[in-house]
């Protein structure tokens, strides 16, 4: 198993920052609809490339992300028969 001490945590981090990430307030801004790709079965790497990268590497905004996703799962009825049983 590899663990990492917080410093090379750190590093690695900085060494994979990206010129054109966003920040956890912009990805909070678009988590809702992340959620809903996610849940509609769509690409969410095409769509939402930038929401995509920043929860990979965002433990916080990760944590959200599946809260949410928790949500919304639960409160999803599945849809009503079309009759009534007799």
Do not use: W
């Not at 690695?12 to 054109?20: A, E, K, P, W, Y």
């Not at 801004?29 to 490339?49: S, Y």
């Amino acid at each position: 198993m590899d663990i990492q001490s917080p410093i090379q945590q750190m590093v690695q981090m900085i060494v994979s920052t990206r010129s054109d990430e966003i920040g956890c307030d912009e990805c909070f801004e678009q988590l809702d609809r992340f959620a809903e790709l996610v849940l509609a079965g769509k690409n969410t790497a095409e769509a939402l490339p930038l929401v995509l990268d920043h929860l990979n590497r965002c433990p916080d905004c990760r944590e959200e992300f599946e809260a949410l996703l928790v949500a919304l799962q639960s409160t999803t009825f599945p849809p009503r028969p079309q009759y009534l049983p007799t």
